[in-house]
C-alpha cells in the first residue's frame, strides 16, 4: 500500500468512527486531500484489495467506504457512537 492509499484509508477510518453506517462523499475526499484525479485510481486500488466499498453511479465514484478488512488494516480505530466491532469479542463468555 502506498502512501497516498494508506491517507484515504486512515481518512475513511476517521470518518467510520463517528458514522459507521455512512459512506464518505467523494468531494469531500478531495477536498480534504486536495488531488482530483488520482483519487479514483486510489479508491479503485483499494476496492480491488477489498479495504474499501464504493458506490458507483453512471461510471462515476459517488461514495466511499472502508470495510472491516481496512478497519483492521489500519488497526487504531476508536468508534465514537455504537458498539464498535469487538462488541461480541468475548460472546462465549456471556452465555
Known amino acids: 500500500m502506498d502512501d497516498l492509499e494508506y491517507k484515504v484509508l486512515k481518512i475513511l477510518?476517521?470518518?467510520?468512527?463517528?458514522?459507521?453506517?455512512?459512506h464518505v462523499e467523494i468531494q469531500k475526499l478531495r477536498r480534504l486531500l486536495g488531488?482530483?484525479?488520482?483519487?479514483?485510481t486510489v479508491l479503485e486500488s483499494l476496492a480491488k484489495q477489498?479495504?474499501?466499498?464504493?458506490?458507483?453511479?453512471?461510471?462515476?465514484?459517488?461514495l466511499a467506504k472502508i470495510?472491516?478488512?481496512g478497519l483492521?488494516?489500519?488497526?487504531?480505530?476508536?468508534l465514537k457512537y455504537?458498539?464498535?466491532?469487538?462488541?461480541?469479542?468475548?460472546?462465549?463468555?456471556?452465555v
Open 35 to 40: 488531488i482530483r484525479k488520482e483519487l479514483n
Open 72 to 78: 483492521n488494516e489500519i488497526g487504531d480505530v476508536s
Open 50 to 62: 477489498g479495504f474499501v466499498n464504493l458506490y458507483v453511479e453512471k461510471d462515476k465514484i459517488k
Open 13 to 22: 477510518a476517521k470518518e467510520f468512527e463517528y458514522t459507521q453506517g455512512l
Open 82 to 94: 455504537g458498539l464498535g466491532k469487538d462488541y461480541y469479542k468475548d460472546y462465549k463468555i456471556e
Open 67 to 69: 470495510t472491516w478488512k
